[in-house]
């Protein structure tokens, strides 16, 4: 199994909290994602990052800002979490383009 | 049009049978195709990828690419309980893509004994 850890892996938060996602990688992948799947939609992409510091948006971005200062670690932070945020993130790497991407175990994450 | 699409679903197939599962594409520029399974609460895992036309094969799982028609399916032979899953397809994002991918919305499989 690729080395890719999401912490926590559960959360329960309230209405307007800032809440961080973690993402630890140990397979020095150049590419980390974050998406998001809801019911109905699948899999979203939330932002990515080809490389530390170099980090852009995806389909979903807007409420959500990401953070990579090193190369293992993709933060993904709910700047004031809504109950439309309430879903199951999973963090994603890749080597490069055109190759498969290797999921984290994914957070189920509930705003309320 | 979204970029990725696979038929909706769900397929329910009995124990042994084919299962066939589509997924159309509308970047002509895209130059692979993978296909996810992913079980209920896990997280999606890779079952086959397919880069050129024609038909790769692995074990039970077939996947076809037809380039001109911008189609792409998996079979699944002989199948079994143990298959029963979402399948997503997935192909690269369009422009520059950085190993983006985008998925299809998921096909739910259910293999009844």
């Known amino acids: 199994d690729a080395g890719i850890t999401q912490s926590p892996r559960h959360k329960v938060t309230e209405t307007g909290t800032p809440v961080t996602l973690r993402c630890h990688q140990t397979?020095?992948?150049?590419?980390m994602y974050w998406y998001r799947q809801d019911p109905g939609h699948g899999l979203r992409l939330i932002h990515y990052?080809?490389?530390?510091?170099?980090?852009d948006k995806g389909e979903v971005s807007d409420g959500y800002s990401v953070s990579r200062s090193k190369t293992e670690d993709f933060l993904l932070t709910l700047e004031s979490a809504t109950s439309s945020q309430t879903s199951v993130y999973f963090c994603?790497?890749?080597?490069?383009?055109?190759?498969?991407?290797?999921f984290g175990q994914g957070t189920r994450l509930t705003v309320v | 049009q979204k970029e990725v699409e696979q038929n909706s679903g769900p397929l329910s197939v009995p124990e042994g049978a084919i299962a066939s599962l589509n997924c159309t594409y509308s970047?002509?520029?895209?130059?692979?195709f993978f296909w996810y399974r992913q079980y209920s609460g896990k997280s999606p895992e890779l079952i086959m990828f397919?880069?050129?036309?024609g038909d790769k094969e692995d074990g039970r799982f077939t996947a076809q690419l037809n380039k001109a028609s911008q189609y792409v399916s998996l079979l699944i032979r002989d199948s079994q309980p143990s298959d029963s899953a979402t399948y997503l397809c997935?192909?690269?994002?369009?422009?520059?893509?950085?190993?983006?991918?985008?998925f299809g919305q998921g096909t739910i499989l259910t293999v009844h004994p």
């Open positions: 397979e020095n992948h150049r590419y």
């Open positions: 994603a790497i890749s080597a490069g383009t055109n190759t498969e991407a290797f």
């Open positions: 970047d002509r520029g895209s130059q692979s």
């Open positions: 397919i880069y050129s036309n």
């Open positions: 990052s080809y490389g530390v510091k170099d980090t």
């Open positions: 997935a192909a690269p994002a369009g422009g520059t893509s950085y190993g983006k991918l985008t």
